[in-house]
């Protein structure tokens, strides 16, 4: 158990919806990464908060946003899901911001799927 | 555009053998880190290793090290006395040195390493 916990574990949804998937970072980290695992596009890093400030950006799509909250959990929203949105998505957390030298923490993802 | 490269989708090695799992990028950045990752079948992620690029030597955790090649943008890593607990989907991962931004943190795309008893 790596001591973040994302909800829900898994989430059926239509085309067109909006979704909100939570991440709770282990106690003391600061920062949070986003990932989206699917069979198209293999592993994506899409993006990373620090003590509730946007960090970087990676491939994340416009339709998708995130951010943290002031207790450091953080929620990533998902809207107009396309079918090729369907992927498992991770949240990491690391105990501070700095780039590669920090160890990330995974969850255990959620499963999304989109009918 | 940086990319990384995983040659082999799957490997196989006998119990207490030792393997290794292959690895390229390619970038035009000095300085980054590397890793490889680790995703059982319970499908958490787990790092195994990392490499500082700027450090000539490999890393090293146990059971796993790596050689880490700069000049030939090679980074392999080698599993020694291979346990059944192994078997998973390996990712080497590249990542940018930059703190913020659009920095750069991409995956390749996994050798699936069979263990066998």
């Known amino acids: 158990d790596s001591g973040v916990t994302q909800t829900p574990k898994h989430l059926i949804t239509a085309t067109g919806q909006r979704v909100t998937l939570r991440c709770s970072p282990r106690s003391g980290d600061l920062s949070v990464y986003w990932y989206q695992q699917s069979l198209d596009q293999g592993l994506q890093f899409l993006i990373h908060?620090?003590?509730?400030?946007?960090?970087a950006k990676g491939n994340i799509l416009e339709r998708f946003s995130a951010q943290q909250f002031p207790d450091l959990h953080s929620e990533l929203n998902l809207s107009s899901l396309e079918l090729g949105d369907s992927a498992l998505y991770f949240c990491a957390s690391s105990v501070a911001g700095l780039a590669g030298s920090d160890t990330q923490y995974f969850g255990p993802g959620t499963r999304l799927t989109v009918l | 555009a940086q990319t990384v490269t995983q040659s082999q989708p799957e490997m196989s090695v006998q119990e207490a053998e030792t393997v290794t799992l292959s690895c390229t990028y390619d970038?035009?950045?000095?300085?980054?880190?590397l890793f490889w990752y680790k995703q059982p079948p319970s499908r958490q992620m787990i790092l195994v290793i990392r490499q500082e690029a700027y450090k000539q030597q490999n890393a090293t955790e146990n059971r796993f090290s790596v050689n880490f090649q700069k000049a030939a943008k090679s980074f392999s890593l080698k599993i020694s006395d291979s346990q059944l607990g192994d078997a998973a989907m390996y990712f080497c991962a590249y990542r940018s040195a930059r703190g913020s931004g659009t920095y750069k943190y991409i995956f390749g795309t996994g050798t699936r390493l069979k263990v066998l008893a």
């Open positions: 908060y620090y003590n509730g400030e946007e960090r």
């Open positions: 970038t035009s950045e000095s300085d980054y880190y």
